[in-house]
Structure formats: C-alpha cells, structure tokens
DNA sequence: ATGCCAATATAGGTATACATATCGACCCTC
DNA sequence: GAGGGTCGATATGTATACCTATATTGGCAT
C-alpha cells in the first residue's frame, strides 16, 4: 500500500487535493519526483516488489505521465526500482544472495572512506564526530529507534565526508541508500544498538589515532556484522 | 563534433537516411539509443564537454524527443551525462581531480575482484584466463592498439566474472566505463603496454596461486599505475 | 566605449493524444 | 470439467503540441 508519500514540504498546492511538490524554479518535476518517491521506498512506504503505476502517481501529485516516467527512469538507473519494459515499473526487491552482494562491497568502500579518513582528518573533525557519536549513545539509552537510526547514518555521514573523496562518498550515499529499506529494520533487532555503540568506537578511536589499516579494518567489520544481522533477520522470516 | 556514431548494428532502417536503430522487439527505443550513445561516448566518437540536442539526436535516429530523453536520464544516471536544468545536456567531462577520485575507488573494487577471485577460481578458468593473456601478449608484440586495448578489458572482464559476486562485477563496470573516454587515450603511452603485460602477470599468478591479498594489492597497484599515467598524460595537455 | 537592461528566440520541461504489447477473462473444444 | 486460445481492456511506449525558463543579442544610458 502506498501511504502519505510526501504529505509535507511547501510548495504550491494544486487543485484537488493532490500531494504537494516542491517547485522551486530550476528545479524540475521530475527531480522532485525522484526525491520524494525515494524517501517514500527508504523509510519503507513503499514496499519491495510493489508496482508502481504511472496514471496513480502521476494523479496523485496531479502532474502528466511525462514527469513521472522520467523520475523512474533516474530512479531505475540508481537501482531503485526495476523497469520490465511493458511491464511496468516495481520497487526494487533484493534477494537475500544480492544483499550479500552488496554488504560485501559497501564494507569494502566503506572500509575505504574510513582508511582516507584516518590519514586526513583534523583535531575539529574529531570533535564533531565525538558530538554526534554522543548523541548516539543517549539515542541508544533512551531507546528511539528513529532517531537512533537517523544519527548513525550521520556518523557514516560524517566519515564519508572526512574522507575527502567525493565520488567514493557519492558511491557509498547510494549503496547505502540502495539496501535503506532493509537496514532499517534491522535496527530494532536485540543488541544491535549496543554492538553499533561499541563497533563505532572502535571505528572512531582508529580514525582519531590516525591508523588508517585499523580504521579500514574496524569499519569493514562493522558493516559485514550489519549485513550478517540483516540476512539473520531475513532469515526469520521466509 | 559528433561523428556517426551507431552506423553498424542492423535494425530497421528508417526513411530519410537516419541512423540505424535496433528494433527488437522487447527492447525500447530509449534502450537503444542509451546502448548506442554509450559507446559512442566510450569510443571516443563523442567528446567530453560536447553538448547533447536532444532534437538533433532525435532526428538522427529519426525518433521523437520523448526516448531520446529518456536515454539521457538513463546515462546521466550512470554518470556518463550532465543534466543541467534547462540548460541541457552534455557529455560529462572529468576533471583531474574526479578522475584521481574514481581510480582510488576502482583500485579498491577490482582489488576486491582480484581477492575473491583468489578465493574461488576453479582450474578451468586458469586455463581461460591463460589464454587471454597469451592473446594480450601477442597484440602487445603485434603493436595493434585497438586490439590490445580490447583484450586487455577482456582480462580484467573475466576477473569479475571470477568474483562470482555480479553486483560488485557490475559496479566495477560501469565505474570503468565511465573512465572510458579517458583510459583508451593510455594505451598509446611509451612503456604501457609492457607494464600492462607484465602487471597482468602477477595478477595472475597470484590468483592462480589462490593468494587472496596478494592478488588485491597487485590489482590495486595495476589499476593505480594507470591512473598516475592517465593523469600524467592529462597533464602533460593542459 | 562599455556595461546593464530588456526583448526575443531557442530549447528544455510538461501535457496530451495515439499506437501497441501484455495480461486477464471468457468461451469453446477436447 | 479442464485446458487452451482468442478477444478485449488496460497501461506502457512513443509522438507531438504547448508552455516557460534561460540565454543571447541589441539598444540605450552612463
């Protein structure tokens, strides 16, 4: 079922009730459409394997087809959601052995951004990092899954950016992006926000002591256990 | 300028002397013209920084705008175009600074490649891979660059395949295509050919030897080598 | 002469109309 | 009664017409 996607965000409201859609000039529909529709897959409103019909869409942010077909296209291109021609387009479903797959390489770029990040960052970069990673653990006591969630992705976030190579943090946001849908839910699994807690530490204090083959080595593991967690999770339930 | 490109490949042909365009069925017109423009791009016959007219292209293929933009989602998608809101689309050109990034990445991917591949190469594919390499040697004595230059792919295409891992096998190829347009400039270089030769070699030795981390760093070093002389060759041209 | 503003042209963005392939339902046959 | 084939509905793929934003050029003012 396709709940309130895009329910928020103050553009012009058109006539019948339809969503809103930001149109700010030189931005364009389509790139609207991309984003709110790939919001709506990663925090799970649209399930894997759920088609999307282009009339629906296209009536329900009260646009033509032509935007709509385009923001699949460039969705489709970042592995979103899967084009059968003819046969419409669906929202991605990743199969267990492709989740592997791609837990294997992004623990590997991941890998990568903290390894440059351990031989570039800065004394101001780490106490950044020690902020948020703060934030994360009284996230993690108060026991907010949402923002839990929300404040790990800013400590991989800020990794990605300290290691100041904006293609590979390019690479990773959409890798990370890609497998979303899932991740999230294994957050709520049993001691997942203490392992996180504690393997972030462990990433951070390498980073900080500027080792970057400990870095590498501590942030690799760190995602594969994610990964593992994850078809564990999988696992369960088919 | 743009050359002809697609003037191979046996579709229909259209009325007023357009280009070809394939029309299986099945397959859709925007498809095509990604697949065509893409090696259009890759070959060189289209420049980077060289504006895309969507009207011109469409009335080469004798197509409507409608697929020839779809296509450009698709490859900006791929990072292969650059879509500036109304200001339409253009080959992208990679900066120097861009292209260290991405050798930094694609040194660590096909690294990866070449480190699963240690771990699951069967006999079968070492006499493959030996084959190649023979071919690889022979148009390196020969001096047909074109054709060594597509061997060479051949070899680093069959050590994907040797990943067993299709989505990293994936990422690795279009990361590699999309330096296309710059990597074939390399081969022409004085000594290339020969360290190519001779990096291959211990890359394939050390898979063959089933040598996990030594067949990531070779890998590592022969796709790094090649991005230091990429990059001074950019140099020695601006 | 140079710089800024405005008007016009061009081309990308969007909407809609049309063609065609796929899927499903219903009927006929075995 | 079951299976297959055909016909029709629906939605995707494509073409075209229209709208609007951006760029360019020319004129005017400083």
Partial sequence: MMADIGAHGGG?????????LAASPGTTLAESLRQKL????AAGHLEPGSRLDEQEIAQRFGVSRTPVREAFRLMAANNLVELR???????????AQALIEMFQVMAELEGLC????????????GAEIGKIHQRLVAAGETGD???????N?????????ASRNTFLAD???????QVAAYRRRVTRMPNRIADTVREHEAIMQA??????????STMRDHVNLLGDNLLDFLAAFE
Avoid: C, M
């Avoid at 899954?145 to 404040?151: E, K, N, Q, S, T």
């Avoid at 690479?171 to 992006?177: E, M």
């Fill in 171 to 177: 690479q990773t946001r959409k890798l990370r992006n």
């Fill in 85 to 95: 021609g003819r046969q419409g387009a669906t929202v991605r479903s990743i199969k």
């Fill in 38 to 41: 790939e919001e709506a897959i």
């Fill in 12 to 20: 012009r409201r058109v006539k019948n009730g339809h969503e809103t």
């Fill in 153 to 161: 992705q800013e400590f991989h976030e800020a990794i990605y950016e």
């Fill in 145 to 151: 899954i949402d923002v839990f969630y929300d404040i």
């Fill in 207 to 216: 980073i900080l002591a500027h080792d970057p083959e400990r870095a590498h």
């Fill in 114 to 125: 903290a390894r440059l990040a351990a031989r570039r960052v800065s004394q101001a970069w």
